[in-house]
């Protein structure tokens, strides 16, 4: 539904959709329905402000109910959020030993226990079965309860009044978002395509012109969509996205390598890694129509690039190139009359008659002609910004600078950023960095060797020169854009909100969003993770599991299915097979003074699929937090309030066995959210230095505030301290990442 679909992106952005023409009256009294609908929101864990509030009044009451049913949805009130374990706060003592007398009491068929509805008997003297809502030896549950303990938050969140306008400016801030997008933003804009008019204006990235050539060929407009394809990559992004849905070109290989990592298991007889090697490479085999052939026949023809130009272009994924070729019959339209520019394509790309600008720029670099080298990388500032730092310790940094100074004004604006975030890092000798290859997980990797050629006056010297650069290019943009205004107003929390460029989250967050390295305090003093997973899907086994690592100094510990109970932390119980339709969750109780006392660091929050395959799409991870104490059902042990929850995200795609999803740092009282992803069936396969280097790159980003001041400083403006000013940047104002990019201007 249209209504339904709107108002889940207005929630994203902290606001509830009201078309204007459903506001058709002005009645101040409040309503009985809108009283009604207030006092089922405040359970939830949201209000309304005055002027949606005063909206929603004067709406039918159907919209009322619909509002309220997307916020349930969203908050998965209709899920099964029953643990293992009725009363999981206090430990069932459970032990190896129980599961090994269990497991010999099946294989000899003992007649001493009970047998449960999954067929297995549990021996007497074993597990405490009084306290289990399913099998303790199979984790299959058997009992579902409802949610008993809500409205416990100890502080609601304020929903705003979206109307039409506010609807159009993010529609049109997520087309021109100077950043390629995250998946909620993607989500959200093929929503908003869905039931909006396309507008009329420029998008300014590749992979979102992606979403807007898919709508158009979708509604037949094949020719409309031709004039956003500007090169043969262009091209090849769009096919592999329809093939594969992802925005980004991923090597085949490597998609096929990591489904088949997720398909390895620690058990030989469970291993399925051959056949989902051999599923991956089937589903990625290329099938068209003639008619699909022929649109991307016309398209290559039809190019306004010289031949040689697109070969270059096409170079680099020359192998993809070559299944498509075949796949779409290129060969065969190229020898039609008036393909006589796609036949000479593909005779100049088979014979490799053209000469590929990278090859002149790893040659003249190996003979170390400086001259050459930087001529050809003026060509292109970009990648010319690309490899700034290498080229700085292989040349030397004065030449160096000296030539990109010449072309930095044509650099995009996001590159000039990332230049400035990442060269304290960069020039650390001991810093180890935190890099995500394109379809693989997060790694580490070491500084750069030639690092050890300098001192550390040197390095810090290139580092300085880097910032000084990137800063000095950065205020004369901003100076170049002439301002009316006089003052200024920065909400203070933007200083703690790091500008989102290079760290994209592939998993959607339905509630307000935050952006990487957003830091939420906690209230009280314990924190409650929760996983739910299964929902709509039939009764199988599929065992996704919860967990924790603790750091402390001279160790580290962990909390998982294997741990139920350490130092500060507290399991649920194992669930490995998921009931019909309905889903299944686990919890970990975190008890903050505990770990402090025991001289606790961090804990990192992970979730990881222990069954065969990636994690499940629609599992939904994430914590709670109150002031005041949380409790948990005695009856069942559902532990779950809508009300107390600060964050969680739901997976959809997504190619990880593992992913962290927030850091407790444990003395500040405060949760980061970050998402890493890494492989393992368990916890164990999370490397926390890597947790760490990724920390550190967030650090180092530069904040929202800091780039205001910036913005303040070259355009002459004066920060007032209220929100009675002439620009006004609110903590409301930055949840859309797409908006703040428009300050970076290019």
């Known amino acids: 539904m249209k209504t ?72 998965g009130t209709d899920k099964n959020w029953t643990p293992l374990v009725k009363e999981w706060n206090i430990p069932t003592n459970e032990s190896v030993i129980d599961h090994i007398m269990t497991f010999f009491g099946n294989v000899f068929q003992t007649k001493n226990g009970t047998t449960l509805q999954c067929g297995h008997t549990i021996p007497d003297n074993t597990f405490p079965l009084e306290k289990y809502n399913g099998c303790p030896f199979c984790g299959t549950p058997f009992e579902f309860g409802k949610l008993e303990k809500i409205g416990q938050g100890s502080k609601l969140k304020v929903l705003e009044l979206w109307n039409e306008k506010d609807l159009e400016n993010f529609y049109i801030s997520l087309l021109q978002s100077k950043t390629a997008l995250d998946a909620t933003q993607a989500d959200s804009l093929k929503i908003a395509m869905q039931y909006l008019p396309l507008p009329k204006i420029e998008v300014a990235m590749k992979e979102t012109l992606m979403l807007v050539i898919d709508l158009l060929i979708e509604n037949g407009k094949e020719e409309d969509a031709s004039q956003f394809l500007k090169t043969p990559t262009d091209i090849l992004r769009y096919l592999w996205y329809k093939n594969t849905g992802m925005l980004q070109i991923i090597e085949p290989k490597t998609i096929i390598k990591r489904a088949a990592k997720n398909g390895q298991h620690f058990h030989i007889s469970l291993d399925t890694s051959v056949q989902t090697r051999i599923a991956s490479q089937k589903d990625l085999k290329l099938k068209y129509s003639r008619k699909e052939c022929l649109m991307v026949a016309n398209w290559l023809n039809n190019m306004e690039m010289d031949v040689e130009t697109m070969c270059e272009i096409m170079h680099p994924k020359r192998g993809m190139w070559v299944r498509f070729i075949r796949a779409l019959r290129l060969a065969e339209y190229s020898k039609r009359k008036g393909f006589e520019k796609l036949n000479f394509l593909m005779d100049v790309f088979y014979n490799q008659v053209y000469d590929v600008w990278q090859s002149k720029v790893n040659s003249s670099r190996l003979k170390f002609d400086a001259d050459k080298t930087f001529a050809l990388l003026k060509q292109r500032p970009g990648l010319f910004a690309r490899s700034l730092f290498s080229n700085m310790l292989w040349f030397g940094a004065k030449e160096t600078i000296a030539h990109f100074e010449e072309v930095i004004d044509k650099v995009p604006a996001r590159l000039v950023f990332t230049l400035n975030m990442y060269a304290q890092n960069y020039f650390d000798v001991n810093m180890q960095r935190s890099v995500k290859p394109l379809g693989g997980t997060n790694k580490r990797v070491g500084s750069n060797p030639l690092l050890k050629l300098y001192d550390d006056a040197q390095l810090e010297t290139m580092k300085i020169q880097s910032e000084d650069l990137t800063i000095l290019a950065m205020k004369k943009r901003f100076e170049s854009v002439s301002n009316p205004n006089k003052t200024m107003y920065i909400d203070p929390q933007l200083f703690n909100v790091p500008v989102a460029i290079g760290d994209r989250s592939e998993t959607i967050q339905d509630l307000p969003v935050a952006l990487m390295g957003t830091r939420f305090p906690v209230e009280g003093n314990e924190v409650r993770l929760f996983m739910q997973w299964g929902k709509d899907l039939p009764m199988q086994h599929l065992d996704m599991d919860l967990s924790c690592q603790i750091a402390y100094d001279d160790r580290s510990d962990f909390c998982s299915y294997s741990r139920l109970t350490t130092t500060g932390c507290q ?75 600060d964050y969680q995200v739901r997976v959809t795609q997504n190619v990880a066995k593992g992913l962290v999803f927030g850091v407790l740092d444990v003395a500040k009282r405060e949760i980061v959210w970050l998402e890493m992803t890494f492989g393992g069936q368990v916890v164990g396969g999370l490397d926390f230095k890597g947790v760490q280097a990724l920390l550190s790159k967030l650090n180092s980003k530069l904040n929202i505030g800091n780039l205001l001041q910036l913005k303040a400083e070259a355009q002459g403006l004066t920060i007032i301290k209220n929100e009675i000013a002439d620009e006004v940047y609110t903590a409301q104002w930055a949840m859309n990442p797409a908006v703040v990019t428009q300050l970076l201007i290019d």
């Not at 108002?7 to 101040?28: A, C, H, W, Y």
């Not at 505990?594 to 994690?615: E, H, W």
Request: with cysteine; net charge positive; aromatic share 8%.
């Open 571 to 645: 399991h649920s119980g194992d669930i490995r097979s998921i009931p019909s339709k309905v889903g299944t969750a686990e919890y970990i109780n975190i008890n903050i003074d505990q770990l402090a006392k025991a001289k606790a660091k961090f804990v990192t929050f992970t979730c990881n699929a222990y069954s065969n395959g990636s994690i499940t799409p629609n599992l939904v991870v994430g914590w709670m937090n109150s002031k005041y104490p949380m409790k948990i059902s005695e009856r069942t042990g559902v532990a779950y309030d809508p009300s107390c929850v």
């Open 4 to 75: 339904t679909g709107l108002l889940k992106i207005s929630l994203r952005q902290n606001g509830i959709f009201i078309p204007s023409e459903m506001i058709t009256n002005d009645v101040k009294n409040l309503s009985g329905t809108t009283s009604v609908l207030l006092a089922n929101v405040s359970k939830l864990g949201f209000t309304f402000s005055e002027s949606l509030l005063h909206a929603l009044n004067n709406v039918n009451p159907n919209y009322k109910v619909e509002v309220l049913e997307v916020l349930k949805a969203i908050l």
